[in-house]
């Protein structure tokens, strides 16, 4: 059974960095695209970041703050952080993708990032 493990939970104060990993429990073939989604208390989850091929994207909130990259030997999707801001607190999800017919997604346990002085 697949798994996607996420790591780098963390309280930060404004303006701190923060990197998250979230790592698959076997290969999985077929990937789409990679990306992480978050959800604060009381909204609706909302897309963060994907990777699709060499293409990125970012919802303009985070745009210049985070990055997002993968190490497919590791079977790993990684999320930079950087100028937190108490509006970045959220539970963030990983996310898989695939390519298949119907598309399957994966998705991590979700972790706690909060930014607060």
């Known amino acids: 059974q697949v798994q996607l493990v996420e790591s780098g939970r963390g309280l930060v104060q404004p303006g701190g960095t923060l990197r998250l990993s979230c790592a698959a429990s076997?290969?999985?073939?077929?990937?789409?695209?990679v990306g992480w989604y978050r959800q604060a208390p009381g909204k609706q989850r909302e897309l963060v970041a994907t990777?699709?091929?060499?293409?990125?994207y970012y919802t303009d909130s985070v745009k210049g703050r985070f990055t997002i990259s993968r190490d497919i030997a590791k079977n790993t999707v990684y999320l930079q952080m950087n100028s937190l801001k108490p509006e970045d607190t959220a539970v963030y999800y990983c996310?898989?993708?695939?390519?298949?017919?119907?598309?399957?997604?994966?998705w991590g346990q979700g972790t706690q990032v909060t930014v607060s002085s």
């Open positions: 076997v290969t999985i073939t077929n990937i789409y695209s």
């Open positions: 990777a699709t091929g060499s293409s990125t």
């Open positions: 996310n898989f993708h695939t390519m298949t017919i119907p598309s399957y997604d994966y």
